[in-house]
């Protein structure tokens, strides 16, 4: 078992930035590729960003590409989401997961662990 927990929604103005963190507990955090998913009101879950289990390797949504960025530290058990240039369109609640298998690694299915989210709100 994974247990996650996020941190660092919150309410800002477009075109500020939030950083959230996901620090986990239980089994070998550093066996996990971990992702950040969100999902807005009336809308499905969607992939975010994701990071490999040793944070060589970084992917992202199209939508968020330039503007977030996802980190790992592995001594600390915690994956972070920076987020710049915040939009309105990035409200939702953000999710972090965590991957063991990596056999699909850009939906949610793909994904064994979830925690409870973390809202963030911009306004315009």
Known sequence: QVQLAESGGGLVQAGGS???SCTASGRTF???AMGWFRQAPGKEREFVARITVSGGKTYYADS???RFTISR?????TVYLQMNSLKPEDTA?????AD???????TRVGYEYWGQGTQVTVSS
Request: glycine share 8%.
């Open 30 to 32: 550093s066996s996990y």
């Open 64 to 66: 968020v590409k330039g």
């Open 18 to 20: 939030l950083r959230l």
């Open 100 to 106: 063991y298998s990596g056999r699909s690694p850009f």
């Open 73 to 77: 530290d592995n001594a600390k058990n």
């Open 93 to 97: 609640v953000y999710y972090c997961a």
